[in-house]
């Protein structure tokens, strides 16, 4: 499971009934090398798209879109979408730090989190880099 740190503003628009994780459009991209991710700025895509991978190699920029979200109701809510992936063709992807979440629905492109890699990835050519059960849970561990 990849768990995604929420972004402070996230958390505000989730509690003034501005996101809708089951119902809104929510996406994938990639961020680059040396991509540090800061939940108190980093608040929508304008915030981060400019360290966001270039199209190329089997990687487009704002293409990627989540599918069937499933939220639960338990000690800790969360919700779980399911797992997806980028294959590398013509060229290597990346290398890629992280994994940011956004809402393409809401009027900001609000950022929902980050999925940091532990060491930059570089998918080479014909490899695929899986994303497994990109989760949000209630709680930013």
Same mark, same amino acid.
């Given at each position: 499971?990849?768990?995604?740190?929420?972004?402070?503003?996230?958390?505000? %628009? =989730?509690?003034? *009934? @501005?996101?809708?994780?089951?119902?809104?459009?929510?996406? $994938?991209?990639?961020?680059? !090398?040396?991509?540090?991710?800061?939940?108190?700025?980093?608040?929508?895509?304008?915030?981060?798209?400019?360290? %966001? =991978?270039?199209? *190329? @190699?089997?990687?487009?920029?704002?293409?990627?879109?989540? $599918?069937?979200?499933?939220? !639960?109701?338990?000690?800790?809510?969360?919700?779980?979408?399911?797992?997806?992936?980028?294959?590398?063709?013509?060229?290597?992807?990346?290398?890629?730090?992280?994994?940011?979440?956004?809402?393409?629905?809401?009027?900001?492109?609000?950022?929902?989190?980050?999925?940091?890699?532990?060491?930059?990835?570089?998918?080479?050519?014909?490899?695929?880099?899986?994303?497994?059960?990109?989760?949000?849970?209630?709680?930013?561990?």
């Amino acid at each position: 499971m990849a768990t995604a740190v929420r972004s402070y503003h996230f958390n505000a %628009e =989730l509690l003034k *009934g @501005n996101q809708d994780l089951d119902g809104d459009t929510i996406k $994938a991209i990639l961020m680059g !090398t040396g991509f540090v991710f800061d939940p108190e700025t980093h608040v929508n895509l304008a915030a981060v798209s400019a360290s %966001e =991978l270039a199209t *190329g @190699n089997g990687y487009t920029q704002q293409n990627k879109t989540l $599918a069937n979200p499933t939220p !639960t109701e338990a000690a800790t809510s969360k919700v779980v979408w399911d797992s997806f992936e980028w294959t590398a063709s013509g060229g290597a992807i990346g290398p890629a730090a992280a994994c940011i979440l956004y809402n393409d629905t809401s009027a900001d492109d609000t950022v929902v989190g980050c999925i940091s890699f532990a060491a930059d990835k570089t998918i080479p050519d014909g490899e695929t880099l899986r994303i497994t059960d990109p989760t949000v849970s209630e709680t930013n561990a």
